[in-house]
């Protein structure tokens, strides 16, 4: 990417621009089709019916009717409406930590932000433990990770029951990106689809942010829990259009029936329209004739084992977890008790930049490092981010001496142990801009909220 003055940046955190930005097959696609013709969703094209065929193809067999959307929110909350549609149930169970769109209905069931706001949880939403083996509550030591957290999900339903309710449906992100690049137990999925098939409700897998080939193995990231799992129905959208608004919901033609059959229509004036299945269609071809996915899949292994090495060199890092081009740095202050290292993770996001590389940080105590960058992402690439990684990882631990003693809090609110005077300067320095408010220079290692170092770069 470059700024209005010409400077470059690499751009390790962009699962919009799917294939690259402004990729001139896209921009040529777009420009031919609305020179031809656009128009709203009433009047039948060929570009809708052929992209329909083309992402079903993707697809599991039982998958095959396309409702063509906007964005990720309406995706997924036309999903909600199909589910509860199909046996009348209204509950819904969500993983904690869950985002799934910015809609209202969709906030009632994204924990990622009802928590920070004023709303308190609907009676008809119930929060799964998110199935993370790093810092969850079944960990990697666990003889059965995906059992043990599908049992909690079995156990909501039982409790729901026993109180008259219904279960309409289970979402959840194939990985988890906002809840820190969580990536599931392998038979977690399978396990709790299993459990929610019994009790009437459907299993809703939204690939808003991880799907066309991201993990590159496999070209949805559901398919990782093995081909015995289908959802019932699959939400995607971001990467579609490689920047332009385009979203899909996918599901079973039993589910679609029941639907049709309220007698409420289903219409969406520009989902579908012929310039978007255009875009979408140019964007499937890419990722072929440009084999995207496995370059996912190569380049993610790539940068995966650089990660590694970096791991078992800063004591900083925790974990490195992820598939293909889908990667989370956790970083801890303490390896044992595995304390989130909050304010360092946004100082290097800062130096990165400074550095002319784009990063992010998520996960409930921002200390995710994501990566997840185009699918055009090269080894020269990964190796350049990572040797920058490894610079401002260097002189962070030096000034903080965490390369020779963890950094560790105390358990009195906002008293932090310093190991160095440097520790705070050089995480002020991180933030420093004469248009900054000057609160938010204050020591960032406070474990209240309202003094972490709030700037951030997010997507």
Partial sequence: MFDENGEQYLDCINNVAHVGHCHPEVVKAALKQMELLNTNSRFLHDNIVEYAKRLSATLPEKLSVCYFTNSGSEANDLALRLARQFRGHQDVITLDHAYHGHLSSLIEISPYKFQKGKDVKKEFVHVAPTPDT??????????????????????????????????????????????????????????????????????????VQVGLGRVGKHFWSFQMDGEDFVPDIVTMGKPMGNGHPVACVVTTKEIAEAFSSSGMEYFNTYGGNPVSCAVGLA??????????????????????????????????????????LFIGIDLVKDHLKRTPATAEAQHIIYKMKEKRVLLSADGPHRNVLKIKPPMCFTEEDAKFMVDQLDGVLTVLEEATGTKSESVTSENIPCKTKMLKEAHVELLRDSTTDSRENPSRKRNGMCADTHSLLSKRLKT
Wanted: glycine share 10%.
């Fill in 134 to 207: 790093y810092r969850g509550k079944y960990r990697e030591d666990h003889a059965d990770p995906a059992s043990a957290y599908a049992d909690e999900v079995k156990k909501i339903i039982e409790d729901a029951h026993n109180s008259g309710r219904k279960i309409a449906a289970f979402i959840a992100e194939s990985m988890q990106s906002c809840g820190g690049q969580i990536i599931p137990p392998a038979g977690y999925f399978q396990k709790v689809a299993k459990y929610v098939h019994g009790a009437g409700g459907v299993f809703i897998a939204d690939e």
């Fill in 283 to 324: 964007v499937l071809d890419i990722i072929e004739n440009e084999d995207l996915q496995r370059n996912a899949m190569r380049v993610g292994n790539y940068l995966t084992e650089l990660l590694k090495k970096q791991k078992a060199k800063h004591t900083l890092i925790g974990d490195i977890r992820g598939v293909g």
